[in-house]
């Protein structure tokens, strides 16, 4: 092929000169020809691309080809339901109730009820009058040792960082958060003043690198934490143990990205690389874990503090739950990650294959703390994948208490899921650090949409507790929602996700190796 160039090229430039003796307008035709060599003659002479060098220009359709595959695969391909990570049918669910259009259904549903996974809940003959019901079911977040409880909507905005979103969509999620009364989580990233700018609740993350509260090492800041909680503007503290995407990963923020803006938000030196380790300094076993939150909950006068986590290993949960009850310090609330959780960009090991998803991390987390008779102290938050009022209760009936959404709220903000977040070139200035993209997201517009969004998903998720029958969201059961195992085996949830905590430890119930090992686990240090 590469010969064939050769040829073509040199034919070419002789059959133009040649003929443009005769028509001189012929000579136009360089215009094009001559970038086509040139291009074609760098190709041959590169060393990357082995496609390319054996097939100057024509090989660059490849390339092409891989650039536009997801795009034509997105709207040409791929069926309403088969989308990944969000199909179609949920993805304009949550676009129409942004822009308040018209989101019924025509002509039944389009998911197969006979495919095994299918879904549904079970309806009441004498199902509750929705307008007789509360339109914004509402959880008090606060324990035992809690100063200043906060009252939390059933759905929330689950954390995202500034940086890995632009200023603009920061500021637009704060502000459907002002306008809808629900909190937004700010990611580990730090507070920006666009967290604080449209006047929303913040629940302040703090991960590994303790962005906003650590000293020049690196260590946590007690002065700087207890300087930041007297905002009013922060309800909550969420310590991030780990995340449904990428559990168990540290993170870099490269010399680049580190502008000083972002410097200042995160208490680091500019212009430098900037390691998140992928553990806490602050404390290194279950009983210091739970000084620490103690610390945190002096330290911000009070207000709820809690932390997050994807499940991995059983062991070290049940060891968290030891140091609760040895040091008689709970956390106010626990959001529980599950593994199909994303990220703007992690390697695709983690996100694939690394951490338990959230069904069975919820199930497995609410029943061992009703296990070992804690629950009534701790408040549990829903995050992995929750679009709709149907993932809200379902969330609800494994055990949860309130729901956060990172994916759905972006796609309120106008998120196509073009899936380019790590590039820096999302096309609808959501998951960018281009001013030229951010631009084009403009806040008093998108604010409106999160808001109508928020709104609208609460009341589907109230609308479908009054078909089942319920007074109100948390009298959901397991048994109230039904799947597909099999084409002719249906089970109901309490069927799939049994209560198999270390409660039954309690009364006696367990296994005599689960009981020894309960008993052996210390909370003095991890488990191994």
Wanted: aromatic share 10%; net charge positive.
């Amino acid at each position: 092929m590469a010969k064939g160039f050769i040829w073509f090229s040199c034919i070419s430039l002789l059959s133009v000169i040649v003929l443009g003796t005769f028509f001189p307008w012929i000579f136009w035709l360089l215009i094009i020809l001559l970038p086509i060599i040139i291009m074609g003659i760098l190709d041959m002479m590169q060393t990357k691309h082995a496609i390319i060098r054996n097939y100057p220009i024509v090989g660059r359709m490849r390339y092409w080809m891989e650039a536009l595959r997801p795009k034509i695969y997105q709207y040409f391909v791929e069926s309403d339901i088969d989308g990944s990570p969000v199909n179609r049918v949920d993805r304009s669910t949550i676009y129409q109730r942004a822009k308040r259009e018209l989101d019924t259904q025509p002509f039944g549903t389009q998911f197969n009820v006979y495919a095994e996974g299918y879904e549904w809940m079970a309806h009441s003959i004498q199902p509750r009058d929705f307008e007789l019901m509360e339109k914004d079911p509402r959880v008090t977040i606060g324990g035992k040792d809690c100063a200043q409880p906060y009252s939390a909507s059933i759905f929330n905005v689950s954390a995202m960082s500034y940086g890995s979103l632009s200023s603009n969509a920061v500021e637009a999620l704060n502000g459907g958060a002002k306008i809808g009364n629900f909190a937004h989580n700010t990611g580990e990233g730090g507070i920006s003043d666009f967290h604080l700018k449209q006047g929303g609740d913040i629940i302040w993350q703090i991960g590994t690198g303790y962005f906003g509260c650590r000293n020049e090492e690196g260590k946590f800041s007690d002065s700087l934490f207890e300087e930041k909680c007297a905002t009013p503007q922060i309800k909550m503290i969420e310590l991030k143990l780990s995340q449904g995407a990428k559990p168990g990963h540290g993170g870099i923020l490269p010399a680049a990205k580190n502008t000083p803006e972002i410097a200042a938000i995160r208490h680091v030196k500019p212009h430098t690389t900037v390691f998140s380790p992928p553990y806490h300094t602050a404390f290194g076993s279950p009983k210091e874990m739970m000084l620490f939150i103690a610390r945190l909950r002096k330290l911000s006068k009070g207000k709820p503090v809690g932390f997050k986590l994807c499940i991995g290993q059983q062991r070290e949960f049940y060891a968290i739950c030891k140091a609760m009850i040895e040091t008689d310090i709970y956390p106010d609330f626990i959001t529980v990650d599950g593994g199909e959780g994303g990220t703007g960009a992690a390697p695709p090991e983690f996100s694939n294959s690394v951490g338990m998803p959230l069904m069975d991390a919820l199930a497995f987390v609410h029943d061992t703390l009703t296990g070992f008779n804690i629950r009534n102290h701790i408040k549990l938050i829903a995050s992995g994948k929750v679009l709709t009022g149907y993932h809200i209760l379902r969330a609800l009936a494994l055990g949860a208490d309130t729901c956060n959404s990172a994916r759905a709220m972006m796609m309120a903000l106008g998120c196509i899921q073009a899936l380019l977040c790590n590039t820096n070139k999302c096309p609808t200035g959501v998951a960018t650090q281009d001013k030229w993209l951010a631009a084009g997201l403009v806040v008093n517009d998108k604010k409106h949409r999160v808001a109508n969004y928020h709104r609208d998903t609460i009341e589907s998720a109230v609308e479908l507790a009054a078909a089942i029958g319920l007074q109100e969201l948390h009298q959901i059961t397991r048994r109230h929602i039904f799947r597909r195992v099999f084409m002719n085996q249906v089970r109901t949830f309490e069927d799939i996700y049994p209560s198999t905590a270390p409660g039954t430890l309690l009364n006696g119930q367990t296994s005599e190796h689960l009981k020894r090992e309960l008993e052996a686990i210390a909370t003095n240090q991890w488990p191994s």
